[in-house]
């Protein structure tokens, strides 16, 4: 006998719109929720009658774009691309070394970038390229060797204005570039790949068109793992008669 109740377990999967061209599935996706609202507006005739009035005399619903909106906890650079409307690109940096690297230093006390990032441990900063004094770490200057930026510090061998020579090594780096409030929305399809857990039967969600965009910030800096929300409305495009399926399967044997 069939459950008569519905406890969801499943996965999701989401195929982008970039310009009109859909990317290609990502996923399976971790997701807190999902959910699909039906809309209607409804248009009521009502009566001013001297013994009736206010009495519904007719009423139809309209049908509206139904509403859309999930919870993503996986949050992984195309899903940040979403939360934050913008645009993407793989960023690449090889690794290499600087060989006495020229850096101006403007001001005293101010990061200033070096241009390359991830510096090695083993970093030489010296006040010319050839024959310089070699300047020491934690009195002359500190590095951020992650962001690959250099600060001279008060007191130290560095005066505002002087140029200073960088040599070491800095490994590669890769990752996702994301540019954001590029765009104004996100569409994409998305398919929910689930099971109901009372009996194991096999639902599956195919939104053909979702239109979406964040409905609340995301915080870099929250006490708890972060997730991005998207809400929004379901599209009905060209080929389909519905903005959306669910195909609800016995449980295989």
């Not at 960023?91 to 020229?102: I, M, P, V």
């Not at 929910?192 to 964040?214: K, S």
Request: hydrophobic fraction near 40%; include cysteine.
């Amino acid at each position: 006998m069939a459950a008569r109740s519905f406890l969801g377990a499943g996965d999701i999967y989401i195929n982008r719109m970039v310009d009109g061209v859909k990317v290609g599935h990502v996923g399976p996706i971790y997701a807190d929720s999902l959910s699909i609202t039906p809309s209607v507006n409804t248009v009521q005739s009502t009566s001013k009658g001297r013994h009736d009035y206010g009495q519904v005399l007719e009423s139809v619903n309209i049908a509206q774009p139904s509403e859309f909106a999930m919870a993503l906890k996986e949050v992984t650079g195309d899903i940040l691309v979403m939360a934050f409307l913008g645009t993407s690109a793989a960023f690449s940096e090889a690794s290499g070394t600087l060989t006495d690297f020229s850096v101006t230093i403007p001001k005293i006390g101010t990061w200033i970038p070096i241009g390359k990032k991830n510096l090695a441990q083993l970093v030489t900063v010296e006040t010319a390229a050839t024959g310089g004094t070699t300047l020491v770490e934690g009195i002359d200057y500190k590095l951020n060797r992650d962001l690959g930026w250099i600060m001279a510090l008060e007191g130290g061998g560095i005066d505002a204005n002087d140029a200073v020579f960088v040599t070491g090594a800095h490994a590669a780096a890769t990752g996702t570039l994301v540019k954001g409030s590029t765009r104004t929305e996100v569409r994409a399809e998305i398919v929910f790949d689930g099971i109901n857990q009372a009996d194991g039967t096999q639902c599956t969600a195919t939104i053909w068109e979702a239109v979406l965009a964040p409905d609340s910030e995301f915080d870099f800096l929250a006490d708890e793992f972060g997730t991005v929300n998207l809400t929004g409305t379901l599209k009905t495009p060209i080929g389909k008669d519905a903005p959306y399926e669910v195909l609800v399967q016995e449980p295989v044997q």
